[in-house]
């Protein structure tokens, strides 16, 4: 099988800049590697997370428990159209944000039942988990000032998402649930200093799935 890589964190903790950095590496190393996020990465899932972070804008309602299964479909589709073939492929998977974003959003920031969300995403994953996730951590004021920062200087278009416009204690629950997820499950889940510069932060990943695919043997 191959190797299944997450990134998650805040918002603006600069997960998608370091996927991007990763990926140009292990490419460049000769990996076949496949990029995809979450949620979208399928022509379902892009059409939903149009959905998603676009709801409130367009007038329409969504409860919190629509909003989970919204989250779990394109994870479903994902990782049967994608993720699994890919990993069967033995290629390397780089996802942006995969089932720890539902547990931390839907349940630690949002309140939903953490069992449930167990349990269905055990159902929409078909139990494949990631062998790595890098959690960029980073205080949710600086994560937001990137990301609006990146917002204001894109010339036309682009307004905040939903979760952009959510309170700043809703990001504080989230980074702590990130956090409560990285000692449960610590083997898997590596906590990333994300409020350094990033050539710094991309040596430390870098080195990480080094000694990581040494171990699998499979080192190009
Ligand atoms: N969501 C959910 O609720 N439940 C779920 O199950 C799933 C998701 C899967 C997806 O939106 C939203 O869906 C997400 C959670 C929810 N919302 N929130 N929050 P998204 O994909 O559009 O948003 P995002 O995931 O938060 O990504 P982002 O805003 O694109 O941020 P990012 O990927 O963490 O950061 P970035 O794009 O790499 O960097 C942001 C800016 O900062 C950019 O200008 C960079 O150049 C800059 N940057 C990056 N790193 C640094 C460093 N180290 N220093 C300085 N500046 C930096």
């Not at 994953?125 to 600086?142: K, R, W």
Request: with cysteine.
């Amino acid at each position: 099988m191959g190797l299944f890589i997450s990134f998650e964190g805040v918002e603006g903790c600069g997960k998608t800049t370091q996927l991007e950095m990763l990926r140009e590496h292990l490419e460049w190393k000769g990996c076949q590697v496949v990029a995809v996020r979450e949620p979208g990465g399928t022509e379902l899932g892009e059409k939903i997370r149009g959905i998603l972070l676009n709801i409130d804008t367009e007038g329409l309602a969504i409860t919190p428990w629509s909003e989970l299964f919204l989250y779990a479909v394109c994870r479903a589709q994902l990782v049967c159209e994608v993720i699994k073939p890919a990993l069967g492929e033995n290629k390397i998977v780089l996802c942006d944000r995969f089932a720890d974003s539902t547990v931390v959003y839907q349940g630690y920031a949002r309140g939903l039942s953490l069992q449930a969300i167990a349990d269905i995403n055990k159902w929409v994953t078909e139990g494949i988990a990631p062998d790595i996730t890098f959690i960029m951590d980073c205080p949710p004021e600086v994560g937001l000032k990137r990301a609006m920062a990146r917002i204001n200087n894109i010339a036309e278009g682009k307004k905040e998402d939903r979760f952009e416009r959510e309170n700043i204690d809703f990001h504080k629950k989230v980074r702590d649930g990130y956090l409560r997820l990285a000692k449960e499950a610590s083997t898997r889940i590596k906590v990333i200093d994300g409020g350094r510069g990033i050539p710094v932060i991309h040596k430390e990943i870098c080195d990480i799935i080094e000694k990581k695919l040494e171990a699998m043997g499979k080192r190009k």
